[in-house]
């Protein structure tokens, strides 16, 4: 009776309970760094398993070594969660010993995304501090600019980035979908395609109604009052503000239900928001993206080949009809179903089951490369085994990697198209019914560019720093604050530094009015990027998890 007591005993008493608190406390330190951009978990044992790793154990044994440490009292604990609340994230600690996340093969979109939203922060940036002179075509008259030259006036340009926003979204939106399709999980693929369709309008609505609503909330306050100085080529919409606190909630309610309006047909239906004049585009993304749902469910059955023949047909009809927008969303999702194409084709060929017996068709890549392209094997083989293949497709990616910018850096909205050498031969090509042309070439560009980058792993790494993933994902929270801070910010940089320096309060081109805002920018873009920091930690990532928990409460379950 003894023994049996003295063998449970022994075995209800772990072998090393101070390597055991220790692999608790380490486990549950890092869990915690790595809560805050957790996805929301769909899987009720996952969500219970991570609730459970995050408790600390009571029992500490005589023999242990290692003492948890205690929580800080609360008026400690709050003031430094109020410190690493308005602190951007890459300023707090790092712990030294975790392991980076591996970036997804696409990740390179979201670099790209990241880095077109900051050139929106700066088009409209220098809209309110530069003379229109910029927006000309350079060489297009007689004062030639640095800024205007090809391909470095994309960081000023509006249209061009908005367009290759566009791209990304239908490419990004058709990747899961048509990654499932490709490994034939139907089920699958039709949760994905109803989650995504449910969730989109509070992932988009959602944090727009927020920070508009903060921005009717500062007008009221009078924070926009500031008066913006002549000379730039336009000047922003002042937030309007109103006499009293129910009036300007019913104000913006009544503008911002126009915005939102999920059954509108208009597709200018942003235009002159007057809290936050950007988000033209936000209605337009929306009405896109359903789009895209749209031909997922309506394209998913059929074989690859003819989902790219119905793309493409879709894709001229909106192009010649003037549908310039759902013609780069359903340009990004053919851009996705050509990166599946060929291993689409291989997996019908050997899911079929029955080999060579069974008739291919003859759309099918497999069955020109296996038969029509058999004797040609050899060369082809030959070809890319020899050292200077590597170097001429480099070259060639290159080469239509800056053939993609230059045709991006088309002229917009200036006029000057006619008189701008190279962009007036594509004037001379361009059908009336597209005006000056940038309706036309400059979707087209940004097509080609998403494309190129698509198809080479070299240009896609200038994508994926750190620093470029990181403007990727606060893109969003930095469309949605930058231009309200042009006023609560921007604008006072520019007095600050002109009485500084002594230049008069004017936009022109001179020497000395470039170097006010030079300095002006310096301090600009830094405030915007700690701004979209915090709103992205607090607005955008609650807002995707509680469009997740949102329909995790209204689905029904399933055995």
Not at 64 to 91: E, N
Not at 171 to 178: C, G, R, V
């Amino acid at each position: 009776m003894s023994g049996d007591l003295e063998s449970s005993l022994l075995k209800s008493q772990p072998s090393s309970p101070s390597s055991s608190s220790q692999a608790s406390f380490s486990s549950s330190s890092s869990s915690l760094d790595d809560l805050e951009y957790a996805r929301l978990c769909q899987d009720d044992k996952v969500e219970s398993f991570r609730i459970e790793t995050l408790e600390v154990e009571d029992d500490i044994y005589l023999d242990d070594t290692f003492v948890a440490t205690r929580p800080l009292p609360p008026w400690l604990r709050y003031p430094k969660s109020l410190a690493l609340a308005l602190i951007p994230s890459f300023l707090h600690p790092v712990d030294p010993d975790a392991t980076p996340r591996p970036l997804h093969p696409s990740a390179w979109l979201d670099g790209l995304r990241g880095l077109a939203a900051f050139f929106v922060v700066c088009h409209h940036w220098s809209l309110c501090t530069l003379t229109g002179e910029v927006r000309r075509g350079f060489m297009s008259d007689d004062t030639p600019l640095f800024l205007q030259i090809p391909i470095l006036r994309l960081a000023l340009s509006g249209l061009s980035n908005v367009c290759v926003f566009f791209v990304i979204s239908g490419y990004a939106l058709s990747y899961k979908p048509l990654k499932l399709i490709q490994q034939k999980k139907s089920a699958e693929f039709a949760v994905a395609a109803a989650s995504s369709a449910f969730r989109r309008y509070i992932r988009l609505f959602l944090p727009t109604m927020i920070t508009s609503l903060a921005v009717a909330g500062l007008a009221y306050f009078k924070l926009f009052e500031l008066e913006p100085f002549p000379g730039p080529s336009v000047t922003m919409f002042r937030p309007p503000a109103l006499d009293n606190v129910w009036d300007q909630v019913v104000g913006w309610w009544g503008h911002f239900s126009i915005l939102s309006d999920p059954m509108a047909k208009n597709l200018d239906r942003g235009r002159g928001f007057p809290y936050q004049p950007q988000l033209w585009t936000i209605p337009v993304e929306f009405d896109g993206s359903l789009i895209v749902f749209l031909a997922h469910v309506a394209f998913h059955r059929v074989r690859p080949s003819v989902r790219i023949f119905f793309l493409v047909c879709l894709l001229i009809y909106n192009l010649h009809s003037g549908y310039w927008q759902f013609f780069l969303f359903l340009s990004g999702l053919l851009l996705a179903a050509l990166r599946f194409y060929g291993d689409d084709e291989d997996a019908d060929y050997e899911s079929n089951g029955y080999g060579w017996e069974t008739l291919p068709h003859l759309s099918s890549p497999s069955y020109w490369r296996r038969e029509g392209l058999r004797g040609f094997n050899a060369p082809i083989s030959l070809i890319k085994s020899s050292k200077t293949y590597g170097i001429s497709k480099k070259t060639l990616q290159i080469a239509s990697f800056i053939g993609a910018l230059w045709l991006l850096s088309f002229p917009e909205g200036s006029g000057s198209v006619a008189q701008t050498p190279g962009y007036r031969n594509l004037s001379w090509l361009t059908p009336a019914r597209y005006g000056e042309g940038d309706g036309l070439w400059i979707p087209i560009a940004a097509v080609w560019l998403v494309f190129t980058i698509d198809q080479s792993q070299f240009i896609q790494q200038l994508f994926t720093g750190r620093v470029i993933q990181y403007l990727g994902r606060i893109s969003y929270a930095i469309y949605l604050v930058h231009n309200c801070l042009i006023w609560l910010w921007g604008y006072h940089c520019v007095q600050f530094f002109s009485v500084i320096t002594g230049t008069p309060l004017e936009a022109n081109l001179s020497t000395s009015w470039g170097f006010v805002v030079f300095l002006s920018t310096c301090l600009y873009l830094p405030g915007v990027v700690c701004v979209a920091d915090f709103v992205q930690r607090y607005v955008d990532v609650n807002a995707v998890k509680f469009a997740a928990w949102f329909e995790g409460k209204l689905i029904e379950k399933t055995k």
